[in-house]
């Protein structure tokens, strides 16, 4: 288990070096000037020199990238946002636990709509309950999330004033953005569910537990779900790292300046630090995720297990 967990980090790194050199490249590649989009529209000449030389923006691309990965390695040093002029690392910092709970709850939300009604449609098989859940599934499975969020925004924040328009402060700004994402979200859930158990309700060890006597309820949460739950495992910790780089409309309507929003205004004016080191930061933390589920999945399945002992 600690070979493979070595093996896993030490690749990690790897590709994390093969996506900083590509996106520097493609930033390298962009056409626009930085300081044209950053300084102001009266800016002289000689600001723009001075901009560029201050950001090493007028030395050669190699040079540049072998300087930024250094300094990464050796001081872990991202940089300073060409709009701040703040270290971007701390502004990461700063601004990621707006993320971060967003995509929990995203997560867990979407898990709670979901594999209940999954479950229920697998036991309901091909019945009226069954092809309601699945109309319903397909139904929110098609509604744009940011089409959910706008209509959700405008009856119960603009119509009724139960929640916030805008910004985070407390529970409460995240009501609406959260259902937003998990309404929609439950959609795959539902389905992912009601797949898994239909395969697992067929096989010899829930036939035996039948036989035996065992209440249903218990073959279908005992000894059904539990088994079941490895794709849906899977499928949870993939929307979690998805979700911490893809709330970047929920962030934008709801006016949430998390990393989403933040790399989002860096794209607009060029502002390189910030955009590598949102990259770098969301593509470690997907890494790290995509890791904790492996290394899940071998304490829930024992197969896995023996496999990584060996």
Do not use: C
Request: hydrophobic share 55%; aromatic share 14%.
């Amino acid at each position: 288990m600690y070979k493979f967990i070595l093996n896993r980090l030490i690749m990690t790194f790897f590709i994390l070096v093969a996506i900083t050199f590509i996106v520097f490249a493609l930033l390298y590649l962009t056409p626009g000037e930085p300081s044209h989009l950053i300084l102001p529209i009266t800016a002289t000449e000689a600001e723009h020199v001075f901009f560029n030389e201050m950001h090493g923006l007028d030395r050669p691309f190699l040079v540049r990238y072998v300087d930024y990965v250094v300094g990464i390695v050796t001081r872990f040093d991202f940089g300073l946002s060409f709009r701040t002029n703040m270290p971007v690392i701390d502004e990461l910092v700063r601004i990621f636990p707006i993320t971060f709970n967003l995509a929990w709850m995203g997560v867990l939300f979407t898990m709670i709509l979901g594999i209940p009604l999954g479950i229920i449609a697998a036991v309901k098989h091909s019945t009226l309950v069954d092809r309601s859940v699945n109309t319903w599934a397909i139904f929110i499975g098609t509604v744009p999330g940011f089409f959910l969020a706008i209509v959700l925004l405008l009856i119960f924040s603009v119509r009724f004033d139960w929640f916030p328009v805008f910004g985070v402060g407390s529970w409460r700004h995240y009501v609406l953005p959260v259902a937003s994402m998990a309404i929609p979200g439950s959609a795959g859930f539902i389905r992912l569910t009601r797949a898994v158990m239909l395969d697992t309700v067929h096989m010899e060890y829930i036939k035996t537990a039948r036989a035996k006597g065992s209440h249903e309820q218990v073959v279908i949460w005992k000894h059904a779900f539990r088994n079941a739950m490895l794709p849906v495992v899977n499928g949870a910790g993939l929307m979690f790292a998805a979700l911490l780089g893809g709330t970047i409309i929920t962030e934008q309507i709801f006016a949430m300046h998390g990393i989403g929003m933040y790399a989002l205004q860096a794209l607009r004016l060029n502002d390189y630090p910030a955009i590598m080191a949102a990259t770098i930061f969301l593509s470690f933390i997907f890494s790290m995720v995509i890791l904790a589920i492996d290394v899940l999945y071998a304490f829930l399945d024992p197969r896995i297990k023996a496999k990584f002992s060996s």
